[in-house]
């Protein structure tokens, strides 16, 4: 997929609750990416809004969302944990917001779907205030035979899978970044092959990123 492409899975949105699984694994993950925030956060590729339970009603949450079925479910998530979100239809490549706006974003599972990665964290990276940090949790690339077989499966999957790419390589992108400091990075036990592993972690934004 382009970057101009239209972004519109119907039926991964409609399945992404049943598929994902939320309650038992992923909780402890969504609360480490909620835990302690505070200030302005934006919710990068919020889905179907699987966070908003997770985060401090208090919070001046941001989220963007390009697929019209995940965002219509989104507002009903957020009516539901009472979450005031400012969703916006607009893709991480090119974030409607002005430099230094946020104290924290939040990339759940979403690096592996964007079009064009780099010009993402180019655009977190512009979009964070000097300090704030990047939370992810991500399913990357992973080592040796599986690796060759995310490749062989990614064209396939990646059509089933709302442009899911099992074999992007998230943690070399985050931790080569000029822009950020690796805070913390661990892998956890969750997904299976071939969208694992899963690490999460964090990245602060530095006071100033070389060539800004
Ligand atoms: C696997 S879902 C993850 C949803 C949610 N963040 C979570 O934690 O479960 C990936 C989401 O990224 C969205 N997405 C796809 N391309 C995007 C882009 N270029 N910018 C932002 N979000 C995008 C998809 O529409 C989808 O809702």
Redesign the pocket.
Known sequence: MTSTEE?SHPLFAALYDRV?PERLLLRPHREYLARGLSGRVLD????NG??FPYVDPGLEYHA????PH?RRRAREAAREAGLGVDLRDA???SLPYPDDSFDAVIA???FC???DPDA?LEEVARVLKPGGEVRFLEHVRADGWRATGQDLLTPVWKRAG???HPNRETVERFVGHEAFDLVELERVRVGVFPAAPFVRGRLRRRAEPIGR
């Open positions: 972004i994902m990068l590729g919020a889905g699987p966070m963007v969302e390009p697929d995940m893709r991480a490549e759940g599972m979403v779907t964007i079009a993402a709302g442009g899911c």
